[in-house]
């Protein structure tokens, strides 16, 4: 079984400083990996996926993570934020063969981004 | 529009009253989820349909009766419901198994008087 660790409940950080939100997994098998961002009252968009290949991965709105297999660590960054970037963020991780936990998606706890001016 | 549409938004009902919360997808998927996001606490997987047959049930009470009629198309029955089920309801399509990832829905906010 997989399992998610958003080792950050909160990050506070000011408008045009760079951010990072970190993520760790533990799993048995080969992973796919997920961030998604959650605005005020709305369901989770996905900004990014490693599925293979580069374990650099470009997302929408300027986000990146890389994938570190030694490390179990798939770790979000942006290098300037901006006020809009205030959301909660989810890490997820699910099994590359689709035969466990019926495929689906493990997210961890979240992390609140708050921007500050 | 992320082709996943949850109505109503919000839904505010008394304990005694008897709703459906809506959920329809316009991706083709195969797969659909009923998530709980309460304040405060991780997301709660409710009920997971695959091919329009229950395939998952998280311990969920029978005060929530989850309907999928066809692929496209996933419902959550609420009655009798308590204080502590008003939440975030999000609704999630994936194509197969669901390792390639969800599309999820706006969820509907849910107030339960």
């Known amino acids: 079984a997989q399992s998610v660790t958003q080792l950050d409940s909160q990050v506070p950080v000011f408008e045009e400083a760079p951010v990072e939100l970190r993520c760790n997994y533990s799993s048995s098998v080969s992973v796919y990996l997920f961030w998604y961002v959650q605005y005020p009252n709305q369901g989770l968009q996905l900004l990014l996926k490693?599925?293979?290949?580069?374990?650099l991965v470009k997302g929408i709105n300027g986000f990146e993570a890389e994938f570190n297999k030694s490390q179990t660590s798939f770790h979000l960054r942006k290098p300037s934020v901006h006020i809009s970037d205030t959301a909660e963020y989810f890490c997820a991780v699910s099994d590359v063969t689709g035969s466990s936990n019926t495929g689906k998606l493990i997210f961890g706890q979240g992390t609140t981004l708050q921007v500050k001016p | 529009e992320t082709g996943v549409t949850q109505t109503p938004r919000h839904l505010v009902m008394g304990m005694t009253n008897k709703k459906s919360l809506k959920c329809e997808q316009h991706?083709?998927?195969?797969?659909m989820y009923w998530y709980k996001q309460s304040a405060k606490k991780p997301l709660e997987l409710m009920f997971v349909y695959s091919l329009e047959e229950r395939v998952e049930n998280n311990s969920v009470p029978s005060r929530f009766s989850p309907e999928c009629p066809n692929s496209s198309h996933l419902f959550l029955h609420l009655h009798t419901l308590q204080p502590e089920d008003s939440a975030l309801y999000l609704c999630?399509?994936?194509?197969?198994?669901?390792?390639?990832?969800?599309?999820f829905g706006s969820g509907t906010r849910l107030t339960v008087v």
């Open positions: 991706l083709g998927h195969n797969a």
């Open positions: 999630a399509s994936s194509q197969g198994t669901g390792n390639y990832g969800y599309t």
């Open positions: 490693y599925l293979s290949g580069s374990t």
